[in-house]
């Protein structure tokens, strides 16, 4: 079977990095315009290079297949394309179901440039990533019938669940010199969620770096300052300060930046309940964001993690979190409460689903 799948943002493939590397796929690249269209191609060629996993090399890059498309237009498909935009995608269901799998469970409201929500009745399956996933489908208002729900977990957890990265080897692309120092992970979101980058990655570098290795890793929207704050730092003299780019999915993984990571702060990006995996300390930064989904308390970081506000000491705030492993438990707890199995076979149960389409 054919195994297509569609992203409107590099990063967001990685989301299902895991199931190509097992089961192989055409990468769709896409947008309404032609110029989006060659820009995302050029990109994908860029970021995907030495990616691919199947048949022999392909060019001088050796990127996994990839084609250009308008999939707001009738697609000629035939096999099943995997989502991780809520685009409405036009294909024949009997010949090419339409599965989505999103790109990340947090609180922010689903967005898009047509109906948001709404985009998801156009889904014939959706692979739920845990409880907080289909609690968030309800906070939207969107009902979908259970047949067409898939409980898969969360597949970009099984690297991290099955070891299949050494911390070394991670340390050692970012280029971490002293060891001897504690890692912390700077992951804000962009400004869809109030992201905190802007104000305080100048603060935060000053500041934790004084006692901490401190690794940036912006919203994919923001990645374009990187070179500027890359120069800025090296003008200020100020060390131990590492980036991570989220657009480079073959140098920079999210769930490589946990396993590096001893302490997370982030402000209402997903990756706030996706870190719940290393069961580390997290520190949310309130970015005054007022139109997050309502959530259960069990499912909502801000009632058990430390929140920074302005006049708060960072540096402080993580001492006193590394200090302590008074929440690990509790971390533990939500994430069971939040996704599904964790038990590093999420993305087998997707194959297993594929294999259930040939049927």
Known sequence: MNIYYYAYNMYQFSYSKSL???AGGQYIVGGNYAVKRLDRYARFKWFFRQMNAHGSRRGVLNTPPVISRDVSKPQDLE???FSHSNAHIHTDPARCPRVFIGHGTGDKPYGGNRTGAENFLNYDYIFLSGPKHLE???DSGIEIPEERLVKIGNMRFDQVVNGDVPRAAILDRLGVVDR??????YAPTWRFGNGTFKKYVHRFAR????D?????????????????VKFWAKREGIEHLYFSNPSDLRRCDT????VAADIMVSDTSSVLYEYLITGNPIIVVNAQYKKLHHMPDAMNIMTLADVFQEEDDIVQMIADNL????KRAQYRQMLETCFYFNDGQSTQRAMDFIASLKA
Do not use: C, Q, W
Request: positive net charge; glycine residues 2%; hydrophobic residues 35%.
């Open 207 to 210: 500041e934790i770096t004084r």
């Open 180 to 185: 001897s120092r504690k890692n912390v992970l």
């Open 212 to 228: 901490y290795n401190l690794i940036v890793r912006p919203h994919f929207h923001d990645a374009k300052h990187i070179p500027k």
């Open 20 to 22: 190509y590397e097992k």
């Open 255 to 258: 769930m490589d930046d946990f």
């Open 136 to 138: 968030r489908l309800k």
């Open 323 to 326: 200090a302590s492993d008074r």
């Open 79 to 81: 096999g099943v394309i």
